[in-house]
């Protein structure tokens, strides 16, 4: 089992910043690509930005040169810089994280989620 722990959400302005950071934590589990993802009731659930072990992003177009997805391997953690926030941002927001068991066999978990709400 990798635990997913995620931290930062928080009501702000638009136009201001914050960062997302998501902690992995299991043994027995090799964490390969990371990413966020948000929601908004009523709404599937949509790719945010994803980062792989070997520090391959990709992002939404939505938040292209807005938002920045970084690692830190050592502590498999993945952050998630965002800047010029807009009141669309505003969502809930959930790390995912890819894992390979040691003993073979592809697993995907998800955070908890962290809610990030941007003013007008």
């Known amino acids: 089992q990798v635990r997913l722990v995620e931290s930062g959400g928080d009501l702000v302005q638009a136009g201001g910043s914050l960062r997302l950071s998501c902690a992995a934590s299991?043994?027995?589990?090799?964490?390969?690509?990371m990413g966020w993802y948000r929601q908004v009731p009523g709404k599937q659930r949509e790719l945010v930005a994803t980062?792989?072990?070997?520090?391959?992003?990709n992002y939404a177009d939505s938040v292209k040169g807005r938002f920045t997805i970084s690692r830190d391997n050592a502590k498999s953690t993945v952050y998630l810089q965002m800047n010029s926030l807009k009141p669309e941002d505003t969502a809930v927001y959930y790390c995912n994280a890819n894992a390979l068991h040691r003993l073979g066999g592809r697993y995907r978990y998800w955070g908890q989620g962290t809610q990030v709400t941007v003013s007008s």
């Open positions: 299991g043994s027995d589990f090799s964490i390969t690509t």
């Open positions: 980062i792989t072990d070997g520090g391959n992003s």
